[in-house]
């Protein structure tokens, strides 16, 4: 088990004042076997009403309307967890591609099955279909091949601009930022017939890529072992490095801060910090 300490600074600077619409907020993770939330701190300016809802996902989110107007908007979130390991665990050898689920599971997986972009390009096409498993391989083997490929053959490249690339994009530059490699991976193990959704929160650890920023990578859903987490950007499969805010069907659903502003605010700068740490805890002399 470890104690970590989360600060997340999110600041908005507008040349001219504005009016702030409804802000929507996924900063805070639920409490789980994986995760449990012992601080959690919300710092917010200008102030406004808060509410916070489970979406339909079971995603924590705050929903927050800034009062007034003003050039600066400032969301600070600061979180004390305790992260339980989950080591990953070998799957029911029964469990083989192509993968198949039962009926009940189908019914709710339905959204993480079905793809969400084209493959028109061949060469996309081409390449999803060579990173298909053999008949019968087990199911684990083969989802770990797949992350290493991604990882292994594609470059990490910080990208500050808003958005995903498709991933017909990531597979011509030959890279992008972790969102990006995410997307790649869950696009292709929906076409292999794997229920697959996005994962946004914050990787924990000085040299993995992806840190001092929020964190992108996929959840597969498994017989007998459920939602098992892979991250294709530093090569991890179910991580205690892993700490999962948001799930999704698609990137653009788990954005930390999203919301609305009014007027014309000419010239804006965006400032995130981030920042993962070991809780130091005192000991008795």
Not at 1 to 17: N, Q, V
Not at 132 to 149: N, Q
Not at 179 to 192: P, S
Request: hydrophobic share 40%; proline share 8%.
């Amino acid at each position: 088990m470890a104690h970590l300490t989360i600060f997340h600074e999110t600041r908005y600077s507008y040349d001219r004042p504005v009016r702030f619409g409804q802000h929507r907020l996924m900063l805070r993770p639920r409490d789980s076997h994986a995760i449990r939330v012992i601080e959690a701190k919300l710092t917010l300016s200008p102030p406004g009403r808060t509410r916070w809802v489970y979406d339909a996902l079971g995603n924590c989110v705050c929903l927050f309307e800034p009062r007034g107007s003003g050039r600066i908007l400032s969301i600070v979130s600061r979180l004390v967890i305790e992260r339980f390991p989950a080591p990953l665990t070998p799957d029911n050898p029964h469990t083989a591609q192509p993968i198949s689920y039962a009926a009940e599971d189908r019914l709710l997986l339905g959204p993480f099955l079905t793809p969400a972009t084209e493959d028109e390009d061949p060469r996309l096409a081409a390449w999803m279909a060579a990173q298909a498993g053999r008949p019968g391989e087990p199911a684990l083997d083969g989802l770990m091949r797949l992350t290493a490929s991604i990882h292994d053959g594609f470059a990490y490249r910080e990208r500050h601009a808003e958005g995903v690339q498709s991933p017909a994009e990531t597979l011509a530059l030959g890279g992008g930022a972790c969102r990006d490699l995410a997307w790649l991976m869950i696009e292709t193990l929906r076409r292999q017939g794997y229920a697959a959704r996005f994962v946004s929160g914050y990787i924990n650890g000085g040299t993995r890529k992806g840190g001092g920023a929020t964190h992108a990578w996929v959840e597969v859903f498994l017989p007998d072992l459920g939602w098992t987490e892979f991250d294709p950007t530093n090569g991890l499969a179910e991580s205690a490095d892993l700490i999962r805010i948001a799930v999704a069907r698609a990137p653009g659903e788990a954005a930390p801060v999203s919301g609305t502003i009014f007027g014309n605010p000419g010239p804006s700068e965006l400032d995130v910090t981030v920042r993962v740490s070991a809780l130091e805890t005192a000991t008795a002399a």
